[in-house]
């Protein structure tokens, strides 16, 4: 067991195992592609343009409490942006998948991110940061947005709620996301479902998100709320 970014950011044996595992995988199969991943496996020349986004286990606390609320996040990019996504749920069996003009799937059903088009009546979920005074704020905003959507959720799995807006199992979920790793296959999952997905660089708030997953009914709104420019990424 180590620690990352903070003493509560926790690296456990599963994390490193896992990843060792996917990116010996991923360089017996591409060995030309690069490879970026959470515990630190790299690998490749980089040469054929394509890389590959590894979290071997995202929601590593949940996973060391027992919690059963976990997954394994790959995702494939090109020079245009992220080519295909799995998040891989392995307690439940389930694993969402997305190829970019493909669509998103659960199995053999195909995924519709929701309908909704009054915020008011959203299903949010979230995230918080593992460093305390980034908590604190994002908590201080957090609290203001609950008055204002039905209800919030807080899993701890960004790849895993990602997967469950293309789902439709919430409606949206807005966070602060450092790593490309955490997001990238659930993004294209959100967008091949029919949803949007805002992202930029740091947060415009205090505490604030950086990311804004939703259906595209309720987007512009949630955005404006948390304090993140609405940029319309969206597949048609």
């Known amino acids: 067991m180590r620690t990352k970014s903070t003493t509560t950011d926790l690296v456990s044996d599963a994390d490193d195992d896992a990843e060792q595992l996917i990116a010996g995988r991923i360089r017996a199969e591409r060995p030309d592609d690069a490879i970026v991943a959470e515990e630190g496996s790299a690998g490749g020349s980089g040469a054929?343009?394509?890389?590959?986004?590894?979290?071997?286990?995202?929601?590593?606390?949940?996973?060391?409490?027992?919690?059963?609320h976990w997954c394994v996040s790959v995702a494939c990019a090109d020079a245009e942006g992220i080519l295909a996504g799995v998040v891989y749920d392995p307690l439940r069996e389930e694993l969402f998948r997305a190829e970019r003009g493909g669509g998103a799937w659960l199995g053999d059903r195909r995924l519709a991110a929701t309908s909704l088009s009054d915020l008011a009546l959203a299903l949010v979920a979230t995230g918080f940061s593992y460093a305390a005074e980034e908590r604190s704020a994002q908590a201080a905003l957090y609290a203001g947005v609950a008055g204002r959507i039905r209800d919030v959720r807080r899993a701890g799995s960004a790849a895993l709620d990602l997967a469950y807006v293309a789902a439709a199992r919430v409606d949206a979920y807005f966070e602060l996301i450092r790593s490309p790793w955490d997001s990238a296959a659930g993004s294209l999952?959100?967008?091949?479902?029919?949803?949007?997905?805002?992202?930029?660089?740091?947060?415009?708030?205090?505490?604030?998100?950086?990311?804004?997953?939703?259906?595209?009914?309720?987007?512009?709104?949630?955005?404006?709320?948390?304090?993140?420019?609405?940029?319309?990424?969206?597949i048609d």
């Open 48 to 68: 054929t343009g394509i890389r590959w986004l590894v979290d071997p286990l995202d929601g590593t606390i949940n996973f060391l409490y027992g919690i059963p």
């Open 189 to 234: 999952l959100v967008l091949e479902a029919g949803g949007m997905v805002s992202e930029i660089a740091e947060p415009t708030l205090p505490g604030g998100p950086n990311l804004v997953a939703s259906g595209r009914g309720i987007h512009a709104s949630l955005c404006a709320l948390v304090g993140v420019q609405s940029r319309g990424n969206s």
